[in-house]
T-cell receptor, first 114, second 114 residues
Framework: KAGVTQTPRYLIKTRGQQVTLSCSPISGHRSVSWYQQTPGQGLQFLFEYFSETQRNKGNFPGRFSGRQFSNSRSEMNVSTLELGDSALYLC?????????????FGPGTRLTVL | GNSVTQMEGPVTLSEEAFLTINCTYTATGYPSLFWYVQYPGEGLQLLLKATKADDKGSNKGFEATYRKETTSFHLEKGSVQVSDSAVYFCALPYSGGGADGLTFGKGTHLIIQP
């Protein structure tokens, strides 16, 4: 079974631009979560989607948004990029609907903002 | 929302030493608790979990017991190996209500010397 895939793996943008990252979950998984990982703040939860609906949202500004498609693939968008948005963005998928839901993580997209 | 505090490293030990990584949490109710591990050059993966109070999660020689009295979920291993060198994250659901998405501790970088 293929794992979680994220594209692109590396991205370089300049301040003020916008960026879209993509995540394909494990087949059959309906929940997709996004995280930002930085050396200073660690791993921080951005948002979670299930059946095309955002169910949960972390404490990030409105510049960070996402969506989920009917095939469970998800995208996240960051508008008006700032230097502080440089990070590793991780996507995770899970079956959901269980008492506990193991999250399976992708390799991440490394975003550098210049 | 829920939160977690774990000891930050780096923690440097000799091979065959005893390991404890402390983790305490703040949460509403009794959520599932997790330890994730990130080996060098690899993605984040689940190490072990516990879904209710007094449960003990175990995997690869690591153990952690869900202690509701002390709101703790400390990670232990009796004899560490060089291959255990990695970053370890304690985690719990970001919020209740059945939605997925996790909140993580800052991570503990473990270095095992031969």
């Amino acid at each position: 079974k293929a794992g979680v895939t994220q594209t692109p793996r590396y991205l370089i943008k300049t301040r003020g631009q916008q960026v879209t990252l993509s995540c394909s979950p494990i087949s059959g998984h309906r929940s997709v979560s996004w995280y930002q990982q930085t050396p200073g703040q660690g791993l921080q939860f951005l948002f979670e989607y299930f059946s095309e609906t955002q169910r949960n949202k972390g404490n990030f500004p409105g510049r960070f948004s996402g969506r989920q498609f009917s095939n469970s693939r998800s995208e996240m968008n960051v508008s008006t990029l700032e230097l502080g948005d440089s990070a590793l963005y991780l996507c995770a998928s899970s079956l959901s609907g269980q008492e506990y839901n193991e999250q399976f993580f992708g390799p991440g997209t490394r975003l550098t903002v210049l | 929302g829920n939160s977690v505090t774990q000891m930050e490293g780096p923690v440097t030990l000799s091979e065959e030493a005893f390991l404890t990584i402390n983790c305490t949490y703040t949460a509403t109710g009794y959520p599932s608790l997790f330890w994730y591990v990130q080996y060098p050059g690899e993605g984040l993966q689940l190490l072990l979990k516990a879904t209710k109070a007094d449960d003990k999660g175990s995997n690869k020689g690591f153990e952690a017991t869900y202690r509701k009295e002390t709101t703790s979920f400390h990670l232990e291993k009796g004899s560490v190996q060089v291959s255990d060198s990695a970053v370890y994250f304690c985690a719990l659901p970001y919020s209740g209500g059945g939605a997925d998405g996790l909140t993580f501790g800052k991570g503990t970088h473990l270095i095992i010397q031969p």
